[in-house]
Structure formats: C-alpha cells, structure tokens
C-alpha cells in the first residue's frame, strides 16, 4: 500500500522555524517530482512548493518565497519542507503529494499529482 506521511506540524510563535517531513512507503518515489500543499478550513488546497525527481529544480509560491526551503533525500524516500519566518497566515493543514509522472517537472497543478498524505496541521500563533 502506497503511504505518504507527514510529521513535523505544530505550534509556534510568528517568525519560528518548523521543519516538515514526508515518508514514502509501499514504492519509491525517488523518480516522481514531489510537493507541499497547504489548506485552510473554507478555503482551497494552495500550492506551497515544489520539488523534481532530482532536487535539481524548484518552485515556491509568491506568500513563501524566500522563507521556505523543499528539499528531499531520495535514498530515504523522503520530502522536506524547511519553514522559516513563519507568519499567522501559514496556519494551515499541510499536505505532501508526489507527481502521477516519473521525471516530471515541477508543477503547481494540482491535478498532476497522485498521491497524497493525510497532512500536519501548522498553527502559527501571532
């Protein structure tokens, strides 16, 4: 059974650090570009970042360019998201996802990605 879990998630004052993490398991994902969602209660799933198969490309949303760091370690099968300067309009559930495609690009379209984590709650307190 394909899995993806998600840790990390938690509360912290604005301008904290949290650092999520995304374990794969039932298949490798080492060749599948991989991403971070986030959502809000009455609200749509939002892109967060993006990762190729490789580390070699990837791609932030406008709200947390410059804050947030994606990287992944494809011998552990897994995802990272680095979050920094983190503000009370981060709150929000955090989703991991990896793309349908092997060697894909990174994407923002949500639509391409395939499989999905249960998420981890990130509560930003102001």
């Known amino acids: 059974q394909v899995q993806l879990v998600e840790s990390g998630g938690g509360l912290v004052q604005a301008g904290g650090s949290l650092r999520l993490s995304c374990v794969a398991s039932?298949?490798?994902?080492?060749?599948?570009?991989m991403g971070w969602f986030r959502e809000v209660p009455g609200k749509e799933r939002e892109f967060v970042s993006a990762?190729?198969?490789?580390?070699?490309?990837?791609s932030y949303a406008d709200s947390v360019e410059g804050r947030f760091t994606i990287s992944r370690d494809n011998p552990k099968n897994t995802v990272y998201l680095q979050m920094n300067s983190l503000k009370p309009e981060d709150t929000a559930r955090y989703y991991c996802?990896?793309?349908?495609?092997?060697?894909?690009?990174?994407?923002?379209?949500?639509?391409?990605?395939?499989?999905w984590g249960q998420g981890t709650q990130v509560t930003v307190s102001s």
């Open positions: 996802a990896a793309q349908r495609r092997d060697f894909s690009l990174v994407t923002k379209i949500i639509t391409e990605y395939g499989y």
């Open positions: 039932g298949r490798t994902f080492s060749w599948n570009g």
């Open positions: 990762i190729n198969w490789n580390g070699g490309l990837t």
